[in-house]
Each structure stands twice: as structure tokens, then as C-alpha cells.
């Protein structure tokens, strides 16, 4: 505790506060970023993630993953799947067009680190209230010495995922995950500056439909507008990228969007696929498909 060996670079006694971090995770390859999410962030380019909320199966998650969108937001805040659900669904294509992301439940050690050992490489935190929160978030998600992550067997660095990449998994990681904080609260807004400015957070969320549930003013309304210009502002003087729905694909300075889900995608898609021939099914007098009298009465 109070003296170091002969050749230690940390002497004297024991201080966590003062520890001078090792090489031994250096990245000597200096590799290239190998997440293409994270090079079309850093070139300030538009990044959309189809949200995955309701189905666990790895077929319709591959259908997505490859249905062009740049991430999957698998959606882990309001849905009941459990991880090993996640974990079959991202086994399924790892290297599908879209990568793996998750929106997990809160900022939390066990939640973001389940997330980011099956393999993400976008993590979304939802309902980030404070600068603490927001430091914590960075912690989980990453390794020593950004962050907290700690180290373990896991899924990501299966050859299969992300084993293989230029430099190594663990040497690498941190600088190639997109970590996105959202803004979903007054509180949240006040601390937005400081949020952004967090080393290691890639972007801020404003989160369109909480900011209205947490603030009680509606969408467009002055006070409401006042807190997205708010967040707007704090992630761009951090230097940092701005998310927001894809319904503000065309605000000025978001460059990184939520899309719909796989079930708004399937309507979508059945809707293009069929033209004038979606919903015309025919009309039986009898049986369980037969118009109901009152249903006919309101088409009139």
C-alpha cells in the first residue's frame, strides 16, 4: 500500500485518484473506424435506426437489419423480450447492413453492459436527467480509462461479431461505439450542456414525445420549442451530433433520426407492394367476414 516495486511507473503510496493508466490496451495498429454508424457520424451525415419493439424472432430482425436503415434501435425500454431474445435475433445476421443497437431500459451497469457484450455498437439511454446520469451512462458503455466497462467472455467478441476487427475488440471499441444520451425531461434540459460535452457521448436525443409528456406543453407550442432549441444548442456547441424522430428529418443541424417499427414498416411495405389493390377483400353476406349491420350503417 505505500511503496510501489523497483520499475513501477505508479510509486509512492497507493492512490486510485493519481493511478497513471497502462498501454496495455493501446491500439498500436492505429486502425481505421470499423462501425459504419460512427464514420457517418463523424462526417456529420444522416444516420437512421428502425426500431425492432415488438417481435423476438431473428427472422424479422434480419429483415430489417437489411432493409436499409443504418442501425436497428432494438427496443428494450418499453419492450417485455428479454436478452437472450436480443441475443439470437443480432446472432442471427451479425453483419447485416444495419448494425446492432439497443435502447436499454435506464442507465444502469447491468443493463448497458448486457447490451454492449451481445455485440451493440450503438447504445441508446433513455431519460438522461442529470450530468451524473449521463456521466454513468458513459461508464458502462465504456472501458477503462474512459469508462467503467468491465471485462468478460461475451458474444461481441465472437469471431462472428466483432473478434476479427482491425486492432482487436477491446482495444477499439471505445472509439467506434455510438453512445446517444437522450434528453427527455426539464431537469435533463437544464443539464444538456454538460450532457454533450461528456467525453465519449457521440450525440443527444431530443426525445419529441417525453420532452411534451415531462413538460406538459405540446409540440410546437413556445415553452416546448424553447426546450428543443435548448438541446439543440447544447449539442452543438459540444461539437456533438443531434437526434431527434424521423419526422424532423428536415430540421436544421439533426443528422441522426428513429424510424418507425417493423410492424409500421410491414403496413408500409404491403401498402407499396399492393397499390390500388390493398383492402379489397371480398365482402360476404354470412359468416364471420360478413359486414356487420352497424358497420354498414356508417359507411353511409
Same mark, same amino acid.
Given at each position: 500500500?505505500?511503496?510501489?516495486?523497483?520499475?513501477?511507473?505508479?510509486?509512492?503510496?497507493?492512490?486510485?485518484?493519481?493511478?497513471?493508466?497502462?498501454?496495455?490496451?493501446?491500439?498500436?495498429?492505429?486502425?481505421?473506424?470499423?462501425?459504419?454508424?460512427?464514420?457517418?457520424?463523424?462526417?456529420?451525415?444522416?444516420?437512421?435506426?428502425?426500431?425492432?419493439?415488438?417481435?423476438?424472432?431473428?427472422?424479422?430482425?434480419?429483415?430489417?437489419?437489411?432493409?436499409?436503415?443504418?442501425?436497428?434501435?432494438?427496443?428494450?425500454?418499453?419492450?417485455?423480450?428479454?436478452?437472450?431474445?436480443?441475443?439470437?435475433?443480432?446472432?442471427?445476421?451479425?453483419?447485416?447492413?444495419?448494425?446492432?443497437?439497443?435502447?436499454?431500459? *435506464?442507465?444502469?451497469?447491468?443493463? $448497458?453492459? =448486457?447490451?454492449?457484450? /451481445? +455485440? #451493440?455498437?450503438?447504445?441508446?439511454?433513455?431519460?438522461?436527467?442529470?450530468?451524473?446520469?449521463?456521466?454513468?451512462?458513459?461508464?458502462?458503455?465504456?472501458?477503462?480509462?474512459?469508462?467503467?466497462?468491465?471485462?468478460?467472455?461475451?458474444?461481441?467478441?465472437?469471431?462472428?461479431?466483432?473478434?476479427?476487427?482491425?486492432?482487436?475488440?477491446?482495444?477499439?471499441?471505445?472509439?467506434?461505439?455510438?453512445?446517444?444520451?437522450?434528453?427527455?425531461?426539464?431537469?435533463?434540459?437544464?443539464?444538456?450542456?454538460?450532457?454533450?460535452?461528456?467525453?465519449?457521448?457521440?450525440?443527444?436525443?431530443?426525445?419529441?414525445?417525453?420532452?411534451?409528456?415531462?413538460?406538459?406543453?405540446?409540440?410546437?407550442?413556445?415553452? *416546448?420549442?424553447?426546450?428543443?432549441? $435548448?438541446? =439543440?444548442?447544447?449539442? /452543438? +456547441? #459540444?461539437?456533438?451530433?443531434?437526434?431527434?424522430?424521423?419526422?424532423?428529418?428536415?430540421?436544421?443541424?439533426?443528422?441522426?433520426?428513429?424510424?418507425?417499427?417493423?410492424?409500421?414498416?410491414?403496413?408500409?411495405?404491403?401498402?407499396?407492394?399492393?397499390?390500388?389493390?390493398?383492402?379489397?377483400?371480398?365482402?360476404?353476406?354470412?359468416?364471420?367476414?360478413?359486414?356487420?349491420?352497424?358497420?354498414?350503417?356508417?359507411?353511409?
Amino acid at each position: 500500500m505505500s511503496a510501489a516495486p523497483a520499475g513501477a511507473v505508479n510509486q509512492g503510496p497507493l492512490d486510485p485518484t493519481k493511478w497513471k493508466y497502462g498501454p496495455a490496451f493501446d491500439d498500436a495498429s492505429n486502425a481505421g473506424i470499423w462501425n459504419p454508424v460512427m464514420i457517418k457520424m463523424m462526417k456529420g451525415e444522416k444516420v437512421t435506426g428502425g426500431t425492432v419493439l415488438s417481435t423476438d424472432t431473428p427472422e424479422t430482425y434480419c429483415a430489417m437489419a437489411n432493409a436499409g436503415y443504418d442501425f436497428i434501435w432494438t427496443e428494450m425500454q418499453h419492450s417485455a423480450r428479454d436478452w437472450d431474445a436480443v441475443s439470437r435475433m443480432w446472432r442471427a445476421c451479425p453483419h447485416a447492413k444495419a448494425v446492432p443497437g439497443v435502447r436499454v431500459a *435506464y442507465t444502469d451497469e447491468r443493463e $448497458i453492459q =448486457h447490451a454492449m457484450d /451481445l +455485440g #451493440a455498437l450503438v447504445i441508446i439511454v433513455p431519460t438522461v436527467r442529470s450530468i451524473a446520469e449521463g456521466t454513468a451512462a458513459r461508464d458502462w458503455t465504456m472501458y477503462p480509462p474512459l469508462g467503467k466497462r468491465s471485462l468478460g467472455a461475451a458474444q461481441a467478441t465472437d469471431p462472428l461479431f466483432w473478434g476479427n476487427v482491425p486492432g482487436g475488440y477491446r482495444n477499439t471499441i471505445n472509439k467506434n461505439v455510438v453512445l446517444i444520451e437522450m434528453i427527455e425531461t426539464v431537469e435533463g434540459v437544464n443539464d444538456a450542456p454538460q450532457i454533450a460535452a461528456i467525453p465519449g457521448v457521440t450525440a443527444v436525443f431530443a426525445a419529441s414525445g417525453d420532452l411534451g409528456n415531462f413538460s406538459g406543453y405540446k409540440m410546437g407550442t413556445p415553452d *416546448y420549442e424553447r426546450l428543443i432549441n $435548448i438541446v =439543440h444548442d447544447a449539442a /452543438l +456547441g #459540444a461539437g456533438k451530433r443531434l437526434c431527434g424522430p424521423i419526422l424532423w428529418r428536415d430540421r436544421p443541424d439533426f443528422t441522426c433520426f428513429q424510424a418507425g417499427t417493423e410492424v409500421q414498416a410491414i403496413g408500409r411495405g404491403v401498402a407499396d407492394e399492393l397499390g390500388p389493390l390493398k383492402d379489397t377483400q371480398g365482402k360476404p353476406t354470412v359468416g364471420p367476414y360478413a359486414v356487420k349491420k352497424e358497420d354498414a350503417a356508417g359507411q353511409h
